[in-house]
């Protein structure tokens, strides 16, 4: 079976940092380019970053651009998302998702086939 399943999440004190991962299983995860997503109650999903197949490609959102970092390690059908300088603003549950076959890199939340449970964040002192 296709899954993905998002590690890493907790509490953390305003400007800690936290790594999330992103295992994939039942699918070769070279061939697909991955996103990490956020999402609080009442608001639409947010797409932070995308990272292509080859990891050569990457995209952020303003809002996480020069605090977050993704990654990914092919060998270990693992993507990593490094989060520094966080703010309370941060909290959300954070999820990846599989991108279309083939489809480019993007932030927004279409053409994304597959969807892990997510991992929740909060930044509070």
């Known amino acids: 079976q296709l899954q993905l399943v998002e590690s890493g999440g907790g509490l953390v004190q305003p400007g800690g940092s936290l790594r999330l991962s992103c295992a994939a299983s039942g699918f070769t995860l070279r061939y697909y380019a991955i996103g990490w997503f956020r999402q609080v109650p009442g608001k639409e999903r947010e797409g932070l970053s995308c990272i292509s197949s080859s990891g050569g490609s990457t995209v952020y959102a303003d809002s996480v651009k020069g605090r977050f970092t993704i990654s990914r390690d092919n060998a270990k059908n693992t993507v990593y998302l490094q989060m520094n300088n966080l703010k309370p603003e941060d909290t959300a549950v954070y999820s990846c998702?599989?991108?279309?076959?083939?489809?480019?890199?993007?932030?927004?939340?279409?053409?994304?086939?597959?969807w892990g449970q997510g991992t929740q964040v909060t930044v509070s002192s």
């Open positions: 998702a599989r991108r279309y076959f083939m489809r480019p890199c993007s932030t927004d939340h279409d053409e994304y086939d597959y």
